[in-house]
């Protein structure tokens, strides 16, 4: 079963200093029928506008990816982290008990870009942690998170796993789907068809009860590829 999320029909947020597109409900948003995918619970879509950004708030039992595609974050906690987060780095803060943070557009000229993605853990409570890593692109499907932290990957406090995918023009993928797990795609540029499904920019796909999954790229593709219980 294939589920399209479009991505003209998102939830909307515009706080002047800030434009968000939210997959699934948050904050003011809130549709029953898109409250997340599995432990999968947030996707937003967020832009911000130079010189701003989110100011200290807090978050508990929740792992927050965050994975920049223009710009730069600045962010700053509770425990001591200081860190820059440029286009192309993944970020995973494991809120555990609790902690602190802000994320700030430092550029006085260059728009921010991100998606801000949480996973419900399997686990609650433990000590916060924080990751940061960028990652080279060995193949088409590149994982990035994963439970156990192999091969140097983020490592998340539960069972899923987050690949980046990118695939040249007219390049084709298949790939085959484990029984009883869910496929979640997030779309961030280019034109994909998935399963003869056509995919725009922005637009998410959840895939269940599927053996193969097949994908073309009608132009260059760079999506993240979730793998949830």
């Known amino acids: 079963m294939i589920n399209v999320r479009k991505a003209s029909e998102r939830g909307q947020a515009n706080f002047g200093w800030l ?39 807090g978050h508990r039992d929740m792992e927050i990816i965050s994975y920049v595609i ?10 001591g982290h200081v860190k820059d987060l440029p286009a192309g780095e993944f970020q995973l803060m494991s809120a555990g008990s609790g902690i602190y943070h802000s994320e700030y557009n430092p550029s006085a000229t260059e728009p921010l870009h991100f998606l801000q993605i949480w996973i419900q853990p399997a686990t609650t409570g433990g000590q916060p942690e924080y990751q940061q890593k960028a990652f080279e692109q060995t193949e088409a499907l590149t994982a990035v998170v994963t439970p156990d932290g192999r091969d140097g990957t983020l490592r998340i ?55 193969l999954l097949s994908m073309q790229a009608s132009e260059a593709v760079e999506a993240l590829v979730f793998d949830l219980p």
Do not use: C, W
């Not at 948050?26 to 432990?39: H, K, L, Q």
């Open 19 to 57: 434009q968000s597109r939210h997959t699934f409900s948050f904050g003011n948003y809130y549709d029953p029928r898109y409250m997340g995918v599995s432990a999968l619970r947030v996707i937003n879509d967020d832009r911000v506008i130079p010189g701003q950004g989110f100011a200290t708030h």
């Open 70 to 79: 223009s710009g730069t974050i600045a962010h700053k906690d509770s425990y």
């Open 157 to 211: 406090k539960q069972d899923a796993t987050v690949y980046r995918l990118q695939l040249a023009d007219a390049e084709q993928l298949t790939l085959p789907l484990t029984s009883g797990r869910t496929l979640y795609l997030q779309l961030i540029k280019g034109e994909l068809t998935l399963n003869g499904t056509p995919l725009n920019v922005g637009d998410g796909v959840s895939v269940t009860d599927e053996q």
